[in-house]
């Protein structure tokens, strides 16, 4: 998906932990810092409206509060791009991995992921 110079590009992130381990090793905001550094580098701002961060919430499930926020404003178009650590912080599961990117890439929304 291309976007025009000139046009305003809404950017979100996602990050995602699910164990108080992860939490306390500092995991999101190693995450959130990465990311917000890339959406930098790629001279984009991010809003605070669009961090999306669940913390202590498993990957296995596709029912994560903040998780669906991202879903919702993503089907209402507010988003063009979305940037996560990773593929297994969207989700631990391939198939919802795919799931997700399809939902997203339908709605007009690209998934750019910092780590492959």
């Given at each position: 998906m291309g976007f025009k110079e000139?046009?305003?590009?809404?950017?979100?992130?996602?990050a995602r932990v699910s164990s108080g381990k992860q939490a306390q090793e500092n995991t999101i905001a190693s995450q959130v810092a990465a990311l917000e550094r890339q959406i930098s580098v790629d001279g984009y701002e991010l809003l605070r409206e669009y961090k999306f961060i669940d913390n202590g919430y498993s990957g296995s499930n596709l029912v994560r509060p903040n998780l669906e926020k991202l879903r919702d404003r993503v089907a209402e178009g507010k988003i063009d791009?979305?940037?996560?650590?990773?593929?297994?912080?969207l989700s631990r599961?391939?198939?919802?991995?795919m799931i997700l990117l399809e939902e997203f890439q339908k709605a007009g929304a690209e998934a750019v992921f910092f780590k492959l």
């Open positions: 000139d046009q305003m590009v809404t950017v979100s992130l996602y791009k979305i940037y996560i650590h990773s593929p297994d912080r599961k391939y198939v919802y991995q």
